[in-house]
């Protein structure tokens, strides 16, 4: 059974930089294509990034290309999503989730796999 653990979040100021971790049981982090999403009040699912095992550069969303990357440990398991220069319209809940049984990242969101949240997420507010 897959459990993903989502943390890292917090209030912060425009500008500011967060990094959210999202640890992963049941399957390896280097298996599947992995991915995160965001969801803010009032609005749609939004994909974020996603990582392939391919060695293929990842997918980012424009809104985010440039500010945010995705990296993975596989020793710990564990996919990161490093966020720098946050903006007001970042404020979100973040989720992490595997793009089974995809190990590539093309066309990332268009799957409802991509927007599925199996773990509790965690909430992201940035102040002007």
């Known amino acids: 059974q897959v459990q993903l653990v989502e943390s890292g979040g917090g209030l912060v100021r425009s500008g500011s930089s967060l990094t959210l971790s999202c640890a992963v049981s049941?399957?390896?982090?280097?298996?599947?294509?992995m991915g995160w999403f965001r969801q803010a009040p009032g609005k749609e699912r939004e994909a974020v990034a996603c990582?392939?095992?391919?060695?293929?550069?990842?997918y980012y969303a424009p809104s985010v290309e440039g500010r945010f990357t995705i990296s993975s440990d596989n020793a710990k398991n564990t996919v990161w999503l490093h966020m720098n220069d946050l903006r007001t319209d970042d404020t979100a809940t973040y989720y992490c989730?595997?793009?089974?049984?995809?190990?590539?990242?093309?066309?990332?969101?268009?799957?409802?796999?991509?927007?599925?949240?199996r773990g509790q997420g965690t909430q992201v507010i940035v102040s002007p």
């Open positions: 989730a595997p793009r089974i049984p995809f190990t590539y990242c093309a066309q990332y969101g268009s799957l409802e796999a991509d927007l599925r949240s």
């Open positions: 049941g399957i390896a982090v280097d298996y599947y294509a």
């Open positions: 990582m392939g095992t391919t060695g293929i550069s990842p």
